[in-house]
């Protein structure tokens, strides 16, 4: 086996040691390498409300560290109200943000070791809850390399007649930024550059910009060929031919198969399918939400119009885009019908249209 | 008639007084109202090259008026030179910015009037340079009024069944800044604002901003109900039933109906055609090139990507959004096939698909 037989990442968004969870402040990414310690549960979920964590599995990850952060806590202190303390620490991780399904799911495991657990020893519950955490962060980071297999061999098929390089676009962030591991949509990226040469365009996004930001940065960090352009070209490579696949990531996917994603993503499935180009969703089955039962029952997160027309300095600040006194609208997410993705890769297999059959037997248990 | 019968606006983007070309520079818009002086054909192609004068139809409008001074200019020193000055500065002038067509038409026009007014004196040839830009912007002004009228009755028929304010989104600048009138697409909302209310949403138009910057503030100067999204959320804004027409400028219209405009033209086609909303292309008939015959033939401007990832502070210099390194993409254009236009509307009234016929009587002299 040669070293470039197995994907793999450089980049490491979180660290977690002792009841301090370490995040890399990724709003000062690329232009700093910071980090944020959560220390408490109230922490973390400040960390996830203003994005210095971000990314639906990551989300899921970083809020079980949180609640071990805070069952360490309270033990130091007042070890007789660790259960209250834990079951409001809960609540507030799962009400940080809205759309990302991971989020709860990761919380309602923490909950289930702590009433597994309840009249045990303080100290052991909180071994017992880091177990739990490293659990969901290691089958997180195992879920992301079986993706990245599925969907390198998954795009390869299609690419059979392709002479030349293969380049495939994305949007926003669903890297290695987004999860314990190398990524979903670019986990299946790492995975193809570890077949054969690709190239990858990356959507800025805005207007956070994790494509220009996060996704140029994890990937030139991991030595991969990566221009930046802005959203609104994408459609107008893919009419151009320039795109042979097209990977996202997912925030929640219903049961039927639609797909709530960072906003622009429908977009961009509307110009795949209008081209013929193969538009991919990359995800976990902890993203499948058969709760909701189709895109409309997805609640789409509607962030502070200011945060789109006022840009964050480096340096610390923020630029104005627009006038004084001009509103802005900045819904988060949109969703994508099912019949627009051509594949929902998960780690535990590919689902094609109609994608409920599969997409059920991929959540069940 | 009441004030508010006639669509109008305060925005005025330029001024020529004797050799003296004074633009509102676009680039400081909105933090400042700056003005650059062109007293050449030089000066003014820079102006037009570097984006501190944009928008096709103003554009051609400024070259006409760059001729003029640049005749001052040779006038007052080396008047036997005229005509091999004015030869140059056209050419200049022409090849300043690639794919708006009202640039070289303008130019022509003038250039007609060169030869026209060969061997006379060169103090009256000056003038009858000066009368033929004024012809220029007075058509185009008037033009502007036509296409807002037309637009506007156009699209309210297709509303007759609306409860509530009509929303009608924007992509780029096609306004009071982009004409010397009351704007194209801009003026097809101004001149709706004068049947009854009506909310504007402003695509913000990455990487150059016009629409964050430009038709925010020129909406806002007169006094419009007008909010800034991100380019990406415009296909879910439509999808959730929130926009009720598309309007757009076009920088050239080829002889089928394909139009080319702002990057991100093309995506918001896509999605307005998924939803059956009204996709309307509001320009002069100087826009239409019979010449051209496909969108495939029109030349697509390849800005420097460092224009993506580096953006313009108020007060100079520049943030790097991406990390060092990372190119970037800008292609400034795009093509949206004439299949998806519900619409053209010019001065001379409204084609429907299929375009060619229409257009070709529009654009006849």
């Known amino acids: 086996m040669t070293k470039r037989s197995v994907p793999a990442t450089r980049v490491s968004p979180y660290s977690y040691v002792a009841g301090r969870l370490r995040l890399l402040d990724q709003r000062r990414l690329p232009h700093e390498e910071a980090f944020v310690d959560c220390e408490s549960a109230a922490q973390t979920a ?25 069952a360490r806590r309270v033990v130091a202190r007042v070890p007789d109200d660790l259960d209250i303390a834990l079951a409001l620490a809960a609540e507030r991780l799962v009400s940080s943000r ?8 990761a919380v309602g495991r923490m909950r289930a070791v702590v009433e597994a657990s309840s009249g045990g020893a303080a100290g052991e519950r909180v071994l017992l809850l880091e177990a739990e955490a490293d659990r969901i962060a290691e089958e997180d980071r195992l879920a ?37 591991g190398i990524g979903t949509a670019l986990g299946v990226v790492r995975a193809l550059a570890v077949l054969g040469p690709v190239a990858i365009l990356a959507d800025e996004t805005r207007p ?19 221009t930046v352009l802005p959203d609104v070209a994408a459609a107008s490579l893919i009419a151009r031919g320039r795109v042979h696949g097209v990977v996202v990531g997912a925030d929640r996917i219903a049961a039927n198969g639609d797909v709530a994603n960072k906003v622009g993503t429908y977009g961009l499935a509307l110009a795949a399918r209008a081209h013929g180009v193969p538009f991919v969703v990359a995800a976990p089955t902890t993203t499948i939400d058969l709760a909701t039962r189709d895109g409309a029952s997805i609640p789409i997160e509607e962030r502070d119009g200011r945060e ?12 104005s885009l627009a006038p004084d006194g001009v509103g802005a609208l900045y819904p988060a997410f949109d969703v994508t019908p099912a019949a627009l993705v051509d594949a929902i890769v998960t780690e535990r297999g590919v689902s094609e249209p109609p994608h409920a059959q599969a997409l059920a037997r991929f959540a069940a248990p």
């Open 46 to 70: 400040e960390a996830i409300r203003s994005l210095a964590v971000r990314g639906a599995p990551l989300i899921g990850v970083a809020a079980a560290y949180g609640l071990c952060a805070e």
């Open 98 to 105: 809205p759309t990302a399904v991971n989020l709860a799911w």
């Open 208 to 226: 956070y910009l994790q494509g220009a930001r996060l996704t140029a940065w994890e990937l030139r960090e991991d030595g991969l060929d990566v």
């Open 308 to 319: 789109v027309v006022a840009l964050p300095l480096p340096g610390g600040g923020t630029v």
């Open 144 to 180: 992301c390399l079986a993706i990245g297999r599925f969907g390198a061999a998954w795009l390869s098929a299609r690419w059979s007649g392709l002479v030349g390089i293969p380049t495939v676009l994305t949007h926003c962030n669903a890297g290695a930024l987004a999860t314990a």
